[in-house]
């Protein structure tokens, strides 16, 4: 297959998904992944699409949010490491909300193997979420979850999830973001769900964003957040000098997780 077959299928893919890994396409392909690498630096350019962390997202997310199952696909080990150091913000028994995004729904995970999840309650507007809990042989964990309209990403947003949020009260919400504005705040591509996570802010004692390195370099449409609503960002150790800086005289608490494979034993002590 000819270069210019190749970018032509991974932009079409890239109409259609929104998103696109590398080592998806370099098996979809047949090619090897340095010949993708190759492929997507050069359409990005042209200025067809923008490269991203293990591969490319279309120049249109400004308005359009991938679709969840393929955001879920990249940069896990970023969102992995993200989630394991944001489990220190749960204490058995709290009750907590969770957003929307794959980010969120990593640390969904990660807490709900742990013991810090022992009798806690969650309210998320994220399906796939509340299909994690719902999926636990044990009990212990209750989920309320918001109704409303369902997004690309999975998540319910719009009027009837913003009327269940207000008539609620959790210790800690944790949402991921689209893109990170220097000095503006924290941004998503829909605004009814950019509105949604207002509300749950609203609602929270305190707020912890999940995100990795690459949301500063990204562009949104609603701004959901500023850095002084903020208590805590968890971000991966792969942010820029110059982010980091910046970020850190603007938000209470910076966290940088380290991308460090753990025990199984220390896994479970969490």
Excluded: C
């Amino acid at each position: 297959m000819i270069s210019s077959q190749r970018q032509h299928l991974i932009l079409s893919r890239l109409r259609t998904r929104g998103a696109v890994r590398i080592t998806a396409l370099s098996k979809e392909l047949g090619v090897s992944a340095m010949t993708i690498r190759r492929d997507i630096a050069e359409l990005a350019d042209k200025g067809l699409l923008k490269r991203v962390h293990g591969g490319a997202v279309t120049t249109s997310t400004l308005l359009a949010e991938p679709l969840f199952s393929v955001k879920s696909q990249m940069d896990i080990g970023l969102k992995d490491a993200i989630a394991r150091e944001a489990l220190k913000y749960v204490s058995p028994g709290d009750v907590i909300a969770i957003g929307g995004g794959t980010t969120a729904y990593v640390f969904a995970q990660h807490l709900l193997e742990s013991r810090r999840s022992a009798g806690i309650t969650i309210l998320t507007n994220s399906i796939p979420v509340a299909e994690l809990v719902q999926a636990l042989e044990s009990k212990d964990v209750e989920v309320i979850v918001t109704g409303g309209v369902i997004t690309r990403s999975n998540s319910l947003v719009g009027p009837i999830a913003d009327k269940v949020v207000a008539s609620l009260r959790v210790n800690t919400v944790f949402l991921g973001t689209h893109s990170v504005s220097i000095p503006r705040g924290f941004l998503m591509p829909n605004s009814l769900e950019a509105a949604t996570d207002m509300a749950m802010m609203d609602i929270a004692d305190n707020t912890i964003i999940l995100t990795d390195h690459t949301k500063w370099s990204s562009t949104s449409l609603s701004l959901f957040a500023s850095f002084e609503q903020v208590s805590a960002v968890v971000t991966d150790d792969e942010l820029d000098a110059e982010s980091i800086a910046a970020t850190q005289k603007l938000v209470k608490e910076l966290v940088l997780a380290h991308q460090v494979e753990r025990s199984e034993g220390s896994e479970q002590q969490q």
